[in-house]
């Protein structure tokens, strides 16, 4: 059993509600926070710690906070990222709908140490019951002195404000994000600036994850330092994972990153092995966007090592045979998942969600459906691979935004190690209708060459 | 701060010095020719334009001369500032040329190349663009994307089916009205500029999305397939405007003014009044002022000599002496048959300025 620190007491009944969770010894890290520490001492808590951002990439959190510009008069922002839309992803829906008070707490914690006094939480639409449970959290806590005016007698003031986005994945994305919360149309700002420097209504601003503020709790509560040991290297602390797809026990997760990828999928404790004595062919491991695996390379890294469920371990190889623990959203398709339909449905997702802003993204992604549609469909030709491959090349990394990344990143890998089913659309067209390719070599033993 | 700061930026091996603050790209086209990287959404007299379109993105391989680590991406120079010591490779970079083929590609994909019926055919960035640094055909094998016409009000047609996207019309009708009533709605390929609520756009100064678009979406319905560009001569003129500086182009051919539209820079802006304003012009210029004794017409107007337009214009052009008179000793050349006696094709009474839309027989059969 590993270490938990978010959900350690989800399964408390009544733990929505303040009572219990006060009961619970809820709101300690607001107390210690506001009255023995000081602004600066909470970030450089949250940098010993370690702790990364939640949400899909990755960034120092501690470091973020530092560079938040501080220019005298100007208000400062502290907005919550729950526009949570990543396929495979539903981890901070647990925990907003389960513990709402353990991500008011934790904002309550962050916007004292980044000085933000209208601290908003953004929702995506479609969390609409949500934001009732975030709403009477926040009232409850306004009500027992957590929010509002001079909390504490610290003299430190804060509201939370929630608002709901109207279902758009892209606004997720910070600066979209921030673009949307002003009520104007949810396109990614052009970057530099920064919203550090200058994001909602031009005012500093640091967005974050729900799970990276939640997380803020057990680092104040425990110490940056003790936080920091558990886990392993720089992935520290505890990490959800929402696991679905073609496993026993979907659901979220909490782990701490010292679990193997095998563990994972196959022990009772966490996703149970693979529905219906199935075998596994691939996983997406971090949300829609990272890069597919075969079984082969899930499970153990290009050089014969055990891949673990980590930052690190998960990127071992980098693109070429690697993939990205991203937002933790863990998707497992079984030998009788066709890989080139799954790669289909992901393309029509990104062809209609991206926003129409810059050219590559949004004539790209309707290119590569359209491919990958025909190919789908028996009809594609063997030039289509190569075209789509040179397709998500020219948007990768030309765009404003990530979008245009991971709506290129999902074709690229399932080009690249999956190759073979995609030939196998085009040269039994008729048969590919019929029948899925099956697992073939996918989960083969690679073979690791051996240096003297 | 008393003297301006100069900063040191080499772009394709050229160095510079251009003010702090300065983009790439302004800094690019200071040196001109092809070191300046094509823009087609950047659009230096509107806030906020540009980044969008990626066609301008170049490789920066040394930062600064603090922090001379490149960037690791390609940058889109419209919206980066130059900073001292900065190395930016343009056309000397394979990457460059290689995405920006990318680019004019999925630019085209759902453009459907309508030009020889388009009105903006001969000054269409787009299609500068294509020559400039696409590829001869497409690898797109799909149906392209389609929108219906729709008017904006009585003089401006939208035909959404040709936009790129490049936002430049929802700034100029934001910047410039002071009530905005079209922006972009839906998203990804099937995002279009429409009106919000009508489909009429009530503003002095509307016309000049016209101006800023650089594919024929927006097109003028006063000249809609009047003429082509390169059959016109461009003329500058002025009027005293109680609305706007009055300072225009004319589109003439012969006598008669086809078009109105603001003056151009060679990178398609408008130009500056002497006042140090942008020359935005309003619609009774534009729309209404069709006779050329309307205008103070000031001279030929100097277009690029390797657009279409200047096709036929020489400048410093010597004539060869007419001889007929010297062989026929001093008589004047005696006038056979005026062809206009024997056919009715080509009324020389038809003005074709005047009438609406284009001309076809019906006009000349009355």
Redesign the interface.
């Known amino acids: 059993m590993g270490v938990k620190l978010l959900l350690e007491k989800a399964h408390i009944p009544g733990i929505r509600t303040y009572e219990v969770y006060r009961r619970e010894g809820g709101y300690r890290s607001v107390e210690k926070a506001l009255q023995s520490m000081t602004p600066e001492a909470i970030v450089e808590e949250v940098k010993k710690s370690g702790l990364r951002g939640r949400g899909g990439a990755g960034f120092p959190a501690g470091m973020k906070w530092s560079f938040i510009a501080k220019p005298e008069g100007v208000p400062r922002h502290l907005v919550c990222n729950a526009d949570e839309s990543e396929p495979g992803t539903f981890k901070d829906r647990y925990l907003m709908e389960f513990l709402p008070h353990l991500l008011i707490e934790g904002l309550i914690v962050a916007s004292f140490a980044l000085g933000s006094n209208n601290t908003y939480i953004y929702i995506r639409g479609e969390y609409a019951w949500i934001v009732d449970i975030l709403e009477t959290a926040i009232n409850e806590a306004k009500a027992n002195g957590w929010l509002g005016e001079n909390i504490l007698n610290s003299g430190f003031d804060c509201n939370i404000h929630v608002q709901r986005g109207a279902g758009a994945y892209i606004c997720g994305e910070e600066t979209a994000l921030i673009e949307s919360l002003e009520g104007k149309r949810g396109n990614p700002r052009i970057k530099p600036p920064f919203p550090a420097i200058k994001g909602l209504w031009q005012r500093p601003t640091v967005v974050n994850n729900v799970e990276t503020l939640a997380a803020v709790v057990p680092i104040i509560n425990i110490g940056g330092d003790e936080y920091a040991k558990i886990g392993v290297g720089r992935s520290t602390g505890t990490k959800l994972i929402s696991a679905c797809g073609n496993i026993n026990k979907p659901g979220v997760y909490e782990i701490d990153m010292t679990v193997s990828v095998e563990e994972f999928i196959y022990s009772d404790e966490y996703c149970g092995g693979i529905a219906n004595g199935k075998r596994l062919k691939a996983c997406i491991p971090g949300g829609s966007s990272v890069p597919i695996l075969p079984a082969n390379l899930l499970l153990k890294t290009a050089k014969g090592e055990t891949r673990y469920m980590n930052y690190e371990s998960l990127s071992d190889g980098g693109f070429a045979t690697g993939s990205m623990m991203g937002s933790g959203g863990f998707i497992i398709l079984d030998e009788d998942q066709c890989i080139v339909k799954n790669t289909y449905t992901l393309a029509r997702f990104y062809r209609h969600e991206s926003c129409g802003q810059c050219s590559p993204c949004r004539e790209g992604t309707g290119w590569m459906e359209k491919l990958l549609l025909r190919l789908e469909k028996g009809e594609g030709k063997m030039s289509d691979i190569d075209l789509l491959w040179d397709i998500q090349r020219k948007i990768e990394g030309n765009t404003i935004c990530p979008l245009g990344d991971a709506a290129a990143w999902p074709v690229a890998a399932a080009i690249r190690h999956f190759r073979d089913e995609f030939e196998w659309h085009v040269t039994h067209a008729q048969e590919a209708q019929t029948r899925n390719f099956g697992l073939a070599h996918y989960a083969d033993p690679i073979h690791v060459p051996v240096t003297a | 701060m008393s003297e301006q700061q100069l900063f040191k930026v080499t772009i394709d091996n050229i160095t510079i010095e251009v003010p702090a603050g300065t983009t790439v790209l302004q800094a690019a086209r200071s040196i001109g020719g092809d070191v300046a990287p094509p823009a087609m959404c950047f659009y230096s007299k509107l806030e906020g334009s ?6 301008c ?1 170049v490789e920066v391989s040394k930062g600064s001369e603090k922090d001379p680590r490149p960037m690791p ?2 940058v ?1 120079s419209c ?1 980066t500032t130059v900073m001292d010591g900065m190395e930016v490779k343009n056309i000397t970079s394979p990457k460059v040329k ?2 920006r083929a ?2 004019v ?3 085209l ?2 453009h459907p190349l309508d030009c020889p019926i388009c009105d903006q055919a001969g000054e269409c960035h787009l299609q500068d663009l294509g020559y400039e640094h696409g590829k001869e055909g497409t ?2 094998e ?1 149906q392209r ?1 389609t929108f219906k016409k729709y008017d904006l009000g009585q003089y401006i047609q939208l035909h959404m089916t040709r936009c ?2 490049c ?1 430049r019309c929802v700034f100029t009708a934001d910047q410039l009205t002071e009530k905005r009533e079209h ?2 709605l ?6 279009q500029i429409a009106t919000f609520i009508e489909k009429n756009l009530h503003n002095d100064f509307i016309g000049n999305v016209i101006d800023v678009c650089p594919v024929g979406a927006l097109t003028d319905k006063t000249f809609r397939f009047k003429n082509r560009v390169w059959f016109l001569k461009p003329l500058d003129a002025h009027r005293d405007c109680p609305t706007c500086s009055g300072r225009v182009t004319l589109w003439n051919r012969g006598d008669e003014v086809f078009r109105v539209t603001a003056r151009k820079d060679e990178w398609g802006e408008i130009e500056d009044t002497p006042d140090g304003k942008t020359g935005w012009i309003c619609n009774t210029c534009r729309f209404e002022k069709k006779k050329t004794s309307d205008w103070m017409i000031e001279g030929p107007r100097n277009v690029n000599r390797h657009s279409v337009i200047s096709q036929g214009h020489y400048v410093g052009l010597q004539k060869p002496q007419e001889t007929i008179e010297k062989v026929l000793d001093g008589r004047q050349p005696k006038l056979l048959m005026d062809i206009h006696n024997i056919s009715d094709v080509n009324k020389p009474s038809v003005e074709l300025s005047a009438i609406n839309g284009a001309a076809t027989s019906s006009v000349f059969n009355k």
Not at chain 2, 50 to 55: E, I, L, Q
């Open positions: 540009g980044g969008k379109c990626r066609t993105l991406k390609l889109a919206r290689d995405a990318g680019v590609e999925f630019l994909l759902n690898r797109y799909f994307r790129i996207l936002y922006g972009v839906d998203r990804g390929d099937h995002a």
